[in-house]
């Protein structure tokens, strides 16, 4: 289907696209020529509208660093069929506390957090979990279920070794408590230091939001029928079993559809008036927002089923690559959770239900923050994230950190696992009025 409806519009897509540039070849020089602005913004406006966004990339070349400006490096240190593990590695003898951002596979592309990994990078040495497009996953390569996410995250923080610091965005926030109650229950020395859980879905019957109520309201058997789907010949991944991207995008949207219909007005409005800084705030918006991926079909069927429609987690059954879920078992581990007060997508409470799970875990190493006036999105980005979570969130870094610059992840390995010392606790809520 969508393909069907790519293949139609491309010509369309293509002559607006070519009009478009040929039309901007001189510059502003023909701006002053009546009408030909509005046509270059109609050209413009809808070719963006028909476009296939492709994957899109980081581009971290620097980061500021104490007033000085300091080199980023993006390295791939781990490479599975589903998921790249990335480091961006600054050019500085000592990088910070060692971070493992767990981007969501939601339908967005990991540079979704783009704005998370900046705000960090100054003061932290930055990990982040970089999910493959599944219908570029041949089909040799095997599953991609619930249980494998968990053991993907297990393998990572093993690779990173006991100092780091996980924090799950969203989505993440169940395999990464999974993953953790794993390395807990066996007594592993690759325990994080701290968990921090962003607007995740933890027990989605607290505060029931859109979203949890059209999965509650449907049978596993109706998104299996309705919402997957095969990939076509024409990618690696022919034949996988998907969840499509675009169908996870056109769900967002309608949530929200005449704020991003005023968005594409006012995005032609300012190609009219010339105001170039508003339009390229725009672009970059929706280049990054349109660019979606495709979920591995046996993956999203069990999220659906687990996580919103039966609640495993929060009534004690939930089971992840085999075996059992304990968060009880987490003892050594800091715990953060972050909510936003107007999130459309994770209702406020959902979140900090992990502090009724994870009883291992003493009160006063279990701290979790409400951002008043926050949407989802602002959980992890823009001016409130910037003004309220992140400077709690680096403190609460900070007070479970080893020191202020850590050993590299080889001493990290060979170093005795965490003690659970106590410290003054964080535990609060910060409520904005902006």
Not at 22 to 39: H, K, Q, S, V, Y
Not at 49 to 64: C, E, M, Q, S, T
Not at 329 to 355: N, Y
């Amino acid at each position: 289907m969508r393909e069907l409806a790519l293949r139609t519009v491309q010509p369309l897509q293509f002559m607006a696209e070519t009009n478009h540039r040929t039309l901007n070849f001189w510059g502003d020089f023909t701006g002053w020529i009546p009408g030909l602005r509005e046509a270059d913004a109609a050209l413009e406006s809808f070719s963006r509208l028909a476009r296939n966004y492709r994957k899109p990339r980081f581009d971290l070349g620097d980061v500021i660093v104490s007033g000085q400006r300091v080199a980023v490096t993006e390295t791939v240190v781990a490479d599975r069929p589903f998921c790249r593990l990335l480091h961006f590695r600054k050019d500085l003898p000592q990088r910070g506390s060692q971070v493992l951002l767990v981007a969501p596979l939601s339908g967005h592309y990991a540079t979704l957090l783009r704005p998370t990994v900046e705000a960090l990078l100054p003061g932290h040495d930055v990990f982040i979990t970089d999910w493959a497009d599944a219908r570029q996953v041949p089909l040799d390569a095997g599953r991609f279920d619930l249980g494998t996410y968990v053991e993907y995250l297990k393998e990572f923080m093993r690779y990173l070794g006991p100092d780091t610091h996980v924090i799950a965005v969203c989505q993440p926030a169940v395999p990464v408590l999974c993953a953790v109650a794993h390395l807990a229950e066996d007594n592993e020395r690759a325990q994080p230091r701290t968990m921090t859980l962003i607007a995740g879905p933890i027990d989605t019957r607290v505060n029931p939001t859109g979203v949890n109520r059209f999965a509650r309201d449907r049978t596993l058997a109706w998104f299996e029928s309705h919402v997957i789907e095969q990939v076509p010949p024409s990618y690696p991944g022919m034949g996988r079993r998907v969840y499509p991207g675009f169908l996870q995008l056109a769900g967002f949207v309608s949530m929200n559809m005449q704020r991003h219909i005023d968005a594409h007005v006012e995005f032609y409005c300012n190609l009219v008036k010339g105001n170039q800084d508003k339009a390229e705030f725009h672009r970059k918006f929706y280049d990054e927002y349109n660019a979606v991926l495709d979920m591995p079909a046996e993956y999203y069927l069990e999220t659906i089923e687990k996580v919103f429609c039966e609640h495993h987690l929060s009534r004690g059954c939930m089971e992840a690559a085999g075996r059992p879920v304990h968060p009880g078992a987490i003892e050594k581990v800091a715990l953060l959770t972050v909510e936003g007060g107007l999130d459309d997508i994770t209702g406020c409470g959902q979140t900090e239900a992990a502090h009724s799970l994870c009883t291992g875990i003493p009160a006063e190493r279990r701290s979790h923050i409400i951002a008043e006036c926050t949407g989802h999105y602002g959980t992890f980005a823009g001016r409130k994230f910037k003004e309220i979570i992140l400077p709690a969130l680096e403190q609460f870094i900070r007070t479970y950190s080893v020191s202020p610059g850590l050993p590299s992840r080889a001493a990290a390995l060979n170093r005795a696992p965490a003690t659970t010392e106590k410290r003054h606790p964080l535990r609060r809520q910060i409520r904005s009025s902006e």
